[in-house]
Nanobody
Framework: QVQLVESGGGLVQPGGSLRLSCAAS????????MGWYRQAPGKQRELVAM???????NYVDSVKGRFTISRDNAKNTMYLQMNSLKPEDTAVYYC?????????????????WGQGTQVTVSS
């Protein structure tokens, strides 16, 4: 019953900034890990950034120093702050999470995906 809802995509000029949000809902016990992926036309889906429960983060080389992933545990929401955007950042961005939920039969861990949000960097 976990659902991920993304927001924050849009059109921005090179050098600009954008903040993506992904809110998780459901009978959540814990969010073990969360990440952002992106896919440009004609290219493979790429893991951009990830954050685990304890707080450590990791980024693909092309966005290091420009993007920041974070979590608000109280809101079950993660964010991707995107600064110094480049045209090559243009893609559909997807959030992904590994979440443990409560069920009548016990705890269950599963992966959920957001619907994707378009980010376009162009002058």
């Amino acid at each position: 019953q976990v659902q991920l809802v993304e927001s924050g995509g849009g059109l921005v000029q090179p050098g600009g900034s954008l903040r993506l949000s992904c809110a998780a809902s459901g009978s959540i016990i814990s969010i073990n890990a969360m990440g952002w992926y992106r896919q440009a036309p004609g290219k493979q889906r790429e893991l951009v950034a990830m954050i685990i429960s304890g707080g450590p983060t990791n980024y693909v080389d092309s966005v290091k120093g420009r993007f920041t992933i974070s979590r608000d545990n109280a809101k079950n929401t993660m964010y991707l702050q995107m600064n110094s955007l480049k045209p090559e950042d243009t893609a559909v961005y997807y959030c992904n999470a590994l979440i443990t939920t409560a069920a009548v039969s016990g705890a269950r861990t599963s992966t959920s995906w957001g619907q994707g949000t378009q980010v376009t960097v162009s002058s």
